[in-house]
Each structure stands twice: as structure tokens, then as C-alpha cells.
């Protein structure tokens, strides 16, 4: 006489499996990622002028300490930056310029006008203390 049990042998291979599932459902989830930060950071010690898709500068007008810089933050329509001329004025930013920026320094202590050639209705001032 056999007395195989098929099913004797079986049983402890399935405990064995069903552990296993158990074991795999319990995967974590990450929560941390990139923290997108809701507040542009200046750059250095300087302030940010962005020359929009929307034909200004903004902020059209600002303040800053002499030695400061400026960067004039280029979108995706192409401007550029000419200072009226006077002593003190940084470098103008010729050309198309789009999706780049480009700083200047302030050295001198006035108050700097300043057009965007492509766009002559597009005025900014940068005063200088
Ligand atoms: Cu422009």
C-alpha cells in the first residue's frame, strides 16, 4: 500500500509562497522629491529686471546701492537694452537676446534710463544710489 499524500507535500511550499505575497505588498512610497521653491532668489547681490513676451520691462523702474548688479532676465521673445547715453552707464545688451540672461554692474551712483531698440516703447530706469 502507498499512502503518497500529494497534498501533504504541498501545503508547506504554498504557506511558503503565500508569506512572500504578504511580504511584497508592503513596498513604501517616497514622499520626498524636488522642492520647488514658490519665490524666484536674487542672484548675487543684484535684483532681476524681466524683459517679457508681453513688450515691457518689469519692474520698469527699480533701486539699487552702487556696486550692485542687474539682470536683465530675457524671455522668450528676443530684446535688448540701451542706456541713454550719460557717464557711468554699464555696457548696453545688443542684439536679439531671448532666453538668456545678462547682468550689469551699477558702479556709479545716477539714474539710467534705458530702451529696448527692437521694441522702442519698452523703457526701463534703473536708479543708482
Ligand atoms: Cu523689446
Avoid: E, W
Wanted: proline fraction near 9%; hydrophobic fraction near 35%; include cysteine.
Amino acid at each position: 500500500m502507498r499512502r503518497l499524500s500529494l497534498s501533504a507535500l504541498l501545503a508547506p511550499l504554498s504557506t511558503i509562497a503565500l508569506a512572500g505575497a504578504i511580504a511584497c505588498g508592503g513596498s513604501s512610497y517616497n514622499a520626498t522629491g524636488p522642492n520647488p521653491s514658490p519665490t524666484p532668489t536674487p542672484s548675487g547681490n543684484g535684483m532681476t529686471v524681466q524683459a517679457t513676451p508681453s513688450l515691457a520691462f518689469s519692474p520698469d523702474s527699480l533701486t539699487i546701492q552702487s556696486g550692485a548688479t542687474v539682470t536683465f532676465a530675457f524671455g522668450s521673445v528676443a530684446h535688448n537694452v540701451y542706456f541713454d547715453p550719460q557717464s557711468g552707464t554699464p555696457a548696453d545688451i545688443t542684439g536679439d537676446n531671448a532666453n538668456v540672461n545678462v547682468t550689469r554692474t551699477f558702479s556709479t551712483a545716477g539714474t539710467y534710463h534705458y530702451t529696448c531698440h527692437i521694441h522702442p516703447f519698452m523703457h526701463g530706469t534703473v536708479v543708482v544710489k
